[in-house]
């Protein structure tokens, strides 16, 4: 069975540094790998995803995510971060049998001015 | 331009009241999706559909039901709503089911049970 860890449950950076949160899946085949972000009281919005090709993938609102098939890692970064990337973050895979997300626990992310 | 519309947003009921939750989609997608989230956890898939074809989570209790009418709307009922079944319900479509479509979210409903 799929699964996906999220170490980190809560991090805080000030506004303009840099940001990696990190992400480790267990799947057996080539997974396909997302990013969400939810902020409070809202739905999931996808940052980026990777199924195939570049391993360094680039998102929206200036995230990047890399994907490292040896350390089963998909970690989202940002170089600056602001004051509005304050959300949850989820990271998912997708088992490719009728497209079921599994989701990591999520990082809370707060940032200080 | 909202793509999947949630409502109502906020719904109160009292246990063992019947709901319903509704949503819709202006993408034409194939396939919705209902997850229950619960506070500070991740979203949990209840149940989805693929086209007509309902598929239920193995571990989806009897007490949650849906409906999809058409392609655009999709219902999820609780029957006999529990104290613990108060949550976000959000609602998601996907164009198709390949692993790597991407899943459009709502923006939720958010769940009291008194």
């Known amino acids: 069975a799929q699964s996906v860890t999220q170490p980190d449950i809560h991090i805080t950076v000030s506004e303009g540094a840099s940001l990696e949160l990190r992400c480790n899946y267990s799947?057996?085949?080539?997974?396909?790998l997302f990013w969400y972000v939810q902020s409070p009281g809202q739905g999931l919005q996808l940052l980026l995803k990777?199924?195939?090709?570049?391993?360094l993938v680039q998102g929206i609102k200036g995230f990047e995510a890399e994907f490292k098939r040896s350390q089963s890692s998909f970690n989202l970064r940002k170089p600056s971060v602001h004051w509005s990337d304050a959300a949850e973050y989820f990271c998912?895979?997708?088992?490719?049998?009728?497209?079921?997300?599994?989701f990591g626990g999520g990082t809370r992310l707060m940032v200080k001015p | 331009d909202a793509m999947v519309i949630q409502n109502p947003r906020y719904q109160v009921t009292q246990f063992g009241k019947p709901v319903t939750l509704s949503c819709s989609q202006t993408?034409?997608?194939?396939?919705m999706y209902w997850y229950q989230q619960k506070s500070s956890q991740a979203p949990k898939l209840l149940f989805h559909?693929?086209?007509?074809?309902?598929?239920n989570e193995a571990d989806t209790p009897d007490n949650f039901q849906s409906r999809r009418p058409n392609t655009s709307f999709c219902f999820l009922d609780i029957r006999s709503p529990g104290l613990g079944d108060a949550a976000m319900y959000l609602c998601?479509?996907?164009?198709?089911?390949?692993?790597?479509?991407?899943?459009?979210f709502g923006p939720g409903t958010r769940l009291l049970v008194l």
């Open positions: 998601a479509t996907s164009r198709d089911s390949q692993g790597w479509e991407t899943q459009y």
């Open positions: 799947y057996g085949a080539t997974p396909y």
């Open positions: 990777y199924f195939s090709g570049d391993t």
């Open positions: 998912a895979v997708n088992n490719n049998a009728g497209n079921m997300l599994t």
């Open positions: 993408l034409n997608h194939n396939v």
């Open positions: 559909y693929y086209d007509k074809d309902f598929n």
